[in-house]
């Protein structure tokens, strides 16, 4: 009787074709999860981050309860590896809202559009911006210099060294490169979310 053992290695591999599919069919799946909340009307507490820069453009923005903020906020390859302007914006109406966000890995520029005639409404945004481009008028802009010297976190001290705070800002014709999007509630008339090539 033979005590030795046999060794088997096992080793594998990735089906290229089987997991394009399945990528791309998760894309679907949450293009048509968007479309189901755009057909119903409401998003609640919708946030997008994490994956990346990514584009915000619309013809006008009307917000109310606006404040500026400093901050940080991750990118795809670092924690903390942005320096941001963090935007709070109490109520929110946009016409000809599209944001864009490119995947080189497939080579598709993922496209959430909005009817142009129509309003979006949010409610409770935060966004944090590494660019922002347009043109900008406030209602009685208050711009000070903040105390923080008993404030330990870094993150919270770069946040209150800075503000800026408006009762109502109008951006008009604006682009946005932004990391970080979050909204208490969204209706967003008429949407469509398609893919393009890159």
Sequence with gaps: MSNDAEVVQLGGHTARKTFWIALLSGFIFFGGLLTYFG??????????????????????????????????ADTAEKKNGAVVATNKIKDVK???????????????????????KQTVEIKGLIQKATQIDGDARFEKLTMQENYVGDIKDPQEKIAEEFTQVAPKIILTDATLKTLYLYQDSLTLPGMKVYFEKL
Excluded at 94 to 116: E, W
């Design 39 to 72: 057909m119903s009307g409401t998003i609640f507490a919708a946030a997008i981050g994490g994956m990346g820069e990514f584009n915000v453009k619309f013809d006008r923005m009307e917000g109310t309860d606006f404040k500026l903020l400093g901050g940080m």
């Design 94 to 116: 946009i016409q000809g809202l599209v944001i864009t966000k490119d995947i080189p890995a497939m080579g598709v520029r993922v496209v959430v559009k909005s009817d142009p």
